[in-house]
């Protein structure tokens, strides 16, 4: 693997393509393709937009162009070009033999990243499988061969010397990564059932929006915090406590970016299932962002990839701290419902915040009142495990217990209570 020192700092021209006159747009995403890049360890030392309505198929941005941006990259001493777009393997290679640098698009630096980022075994397996998946079809790169010496953003991972074997070698890297992964998917998905009886909460929102640091200020942990894109790669959870309500769970997963690889999201299918099980979803927004309602969008873009666009939502609208017009808060809370706003790092309305969860964790609980006889009061002490014991009576014969149990802990319950000489019943209001 290398590592980018300081002194040896890539030097990245970026390159977007502005279709249909959305020129500002363009440049907002140059911008997060710039802190991206930064991410990286390179430096921008331009961004270049070129307004084209067809995208031409051997070089992107056609050859003029391409071929101007030879002379750019030659001039302003850059080694890699950067776009904001995906670029074909076939345009990829067009590129880099006519520009004579290595060429890279968004997707390849998040891959990048999360590289970079990968600590746990889980992560780093997904994030190899996805970058072996993208560097298939571009094997013949010319900066492959490169690579060897020079190193650099797009080259870790894998390492250099799995880019030189055949793709033979690579598919069945490809195949046994996928067991891996099947086998870690079946561990999680043990684990998750031994959590079955908490409600769980589930933390979901666009990269540096606040996710861990809200995870931090609710149950009092210290999770990996960063003004960094993607922070967070692996499913943090955490017992989060309310008052007067049962334990939650808080679970703090990847963030979510526009243009986010497919194969990524594909290969963090097992992290992203530990939101997709939850109960309820926090969806995190930096309200102080200016294209916070692009983030918005992206991200019920990527919960609809994972069928779960219709999960119980709460929008979280953070770092009000440093917002300057308030008013936006009351038109975006009456547009978004339910919805609470907050300052995750000031710790400011969180009360708030757990109000909301519990109003939403209580309509998915059912109240019972349970007769249990003395000699099955074994069963008592595991009920306390389960369910929100409102109040206990000790008779003669029996205890009468008024709790609040998740409606996915009923079955659990009835199981227990098989027993006839148990009764249950809906609890009188
Ligand atoms: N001003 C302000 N900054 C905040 C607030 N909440 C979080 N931040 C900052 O925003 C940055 C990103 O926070 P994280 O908690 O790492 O964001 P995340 O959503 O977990 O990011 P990823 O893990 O990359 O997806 C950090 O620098 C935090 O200190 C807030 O309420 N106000
Ligand atoms: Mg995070």
Known sequence: MHEITETKKERAILVGVSRNGDLWQTEDHLDELALLADTCGAVVVDQIIQERQRIDAAYFVGKGKAEKLARQVEEMDANLLIFDDDLSPAQTRNLEKLVNRKVLDRSGVILDIFARRAKTREAKTQVELAQLNYLLPRLTRQWTHLSRQVGGIGTRGPGETQLEVDRRLI???????????????????????????????????????????????????????????????????????????????????????????????????????????????????????????????????????????????????????????????????????????ISAARQLFLGDLQDKVRAVASLSVSELEL????????????????ADVVSVTYGEHQVEMKVRIPNECMQAISQMLTDKLMCVSPASP
Not at 321 to 329: F, I, P, R, S, V
């Open 371 to 386: 007769l249990i006889p003395h000699e099955n009061s074994h069963v008592v002490a595991r009920i306390y495990d389960i």
């Open 171 to 341: 598919r069945q890297r490809i195949a046994a990564l996928t067991r891996a992964l099947e086998k870690i998917k079946k561990q999680r998905t043990v684990r998750r059932q031994g959590r079955r009886d908490f409600y769980q909460v589930a933390l979901v929102g666009y990269t540096n929006a606040g996710k861990s640091t809200l995870l931090n200020a609710l149950t009092s942990s210290d999770v990996f915090v960063e003004d960094r894109l993607f922070a967070t790669l692996d499913a943090t959870i955490r017992r989060m406590k309310i008052a007067n309500f049962k334990d939650l769970l808080l679970i703090d997963t990847v963030g979510f970016i526009r243009k986010l690889p497919h194969n990524l999201v594909a290969s963090f299918m097992s992290t992203l299932e530990e939101a997709a099980a939850a109960d309820l979803l926090l969806h995190v927004v930096d309200v102080t962002h200016p294209h916070y309602r692009e983030h918005i969008g992206v991200v019920n873009g990527v919960l609809q990839e994972l069928h779960i666009e219709t999960k119980p939502t709460i929008f979280v609208f953070n770092k009000i701290d440093q917002l300057q017009h308030k008013k936006l808060l009351t038109a975006l809370e009456q547009e978004f419902q339910p919805s609470v706003s």
